[in-house]
């Protein structure tokens, strides 16, 4: 079997005989589908055997809710392909997905390689920042991006055809302990350790933006912070070992990101706690390491369109509390 295709499904009847039709109708037919139920309540899994008992090219696995890590995981240790891909149950793949990304693999002899994505509802199309057409090591591939933080290009492992055996070699996994951020954990550790990645800019994939039951739609997630800690910690400890934070560009959107994506995801998630005491979380949240590193890369050069967004960034910097509970209250308030 020439690739594997791992779909973990969770709460996506809706979308799941879509998902699989896709896949099905692909131009390069010599895959098996490892469809994993992990534990949804709904009727993914009925579907999900029904489609097994009319294609011998699929599998089934039910397992109990560990998460879509667990999922994915679970789907690793089953396939049996050279190549493996990963794609969520409320998406889509255009009908060239796997073999444009193969012969790709193929031709290049590559360890992975990246494609861009349609989102839909928005029809906006995504082009990976990488270096298009060019071999590079993994290290040299991740730093072709200038903004490969700030512009997500280590997320979502579903446009990516990983080789299966360097996977297994090097017992690369999804972490089971992040919630959030697992696609770039996962995709950091192989891509480092790849000798040849690929990026082509089709977008090959079709990403639904607008699941109501998608774990980010929740307004509050009780584990964000701790899997952001840890996330973070993996993140920089393996930056360093490979030495990517030796590189500015690298290092300073890596603060960028912190301070202005990941501080704000953890502002709208505080504002939807149960915590009574917000300040006392903000306070909390600032003292995180993820942003006292990041505070002290930037310094006073932080790159703003005004005087009032600069003196909000050195008042988070020194913590100036009565000026972000005003701001926090009017955050609140719109």
């Not at 949804?40 to 579907?47: R, W």
């Not at 199309?125 to 903004?147: A, C, D, M, W, Y």
């Not at 504002?271 to 990041?294: C, H, Q, V, W």
Request: aromatic share 14%.
């Amino acid at each position: 079997m020439s690739i594997s295709v791992v779909v973990p499904m969770y709460k996506a009847e809706k979308y799941l005989h879509s998902c699989i039709a896709s896949i099905l109708k692909q131009t390069f037919q010599n895959f098996e589908i490892l469809l994993v139920n992990d534990g949804s309540p709904d009727k993914c899994g009925e579907i999900a055997d029904e489609y097994c008992n009319q294609d011998s090219r699929i599998k089934v696995f039910h397992k109990q809710n560990g998460g879509i890590s667990s999922a994915r995981n679970a789907g690793i240790d089953a396939a049996t392909g050279e190549y493996i891909v990963f794609i969520d149950s409320d998406d889509q793949i255009s009908d060239n997905y796997l073999q444009r990304l193969y012969f790709t693999a193929k031709n290049n002899n590559c360890d992975a390689v990246v494609c861009g994505y349609r989102e839909v509802a928005t029809d906006k199309q995504v082009v990976p920042g990488f270096k298009l057409h060019q071999i590079r090591n993994g290290k040299e591939f991740v730093l072709s991006s200038t903004h490969v933080h700030s512009r997500n290009d280590l997320c979502f492992t579903w446009r990516i055809l990983f080789r299966l055996d360097m996977i297994k070699k090097n017992n690369i996994r999804f972490n089971e302990n992040l919630f959030v951020g697992e696609d770039t954990i996962f995709n950091l550790e192989y891509f480092l350790e790849a000798e040849r990645m690929y990026c082509i800019p089709d977008a090959l994939y079709y990403y639904t933006v607008n699941n109501p039951n998608s774990i980010m739609k929740t307004l509050y997630k009780p584990n964000l912070e701790s899997s952001l800690i840890l996330q973070y910690g993996i993140r920089k400890q393996l930056s360093e070992k490979f030495g990517l934070m030796d590189n500015n560009s690298y290092r300073g959107d890596m603060a960028y990101y912190y301070i202005t994506s990941i501080y704000r995801m953890l502002v709208r998630n505080l504002i939807s706690s149960p915590e009574t005491d917000k300040m006392t979380g903000l306070a909390r949240i600032l003292n995180y390491e993820m942003f006292t590193d990041s505070f002290n890369e930037i310094g006073f050069s932080y790159k703003c369109g005004n005087v009032k967004e600069y003196i909000y960034y050195l008042a988070l910097r020194y913590k100036l509390m009565p000026l972000l509970k005003r701001e926090f209250h009017q955050s609140v308030a719109n």
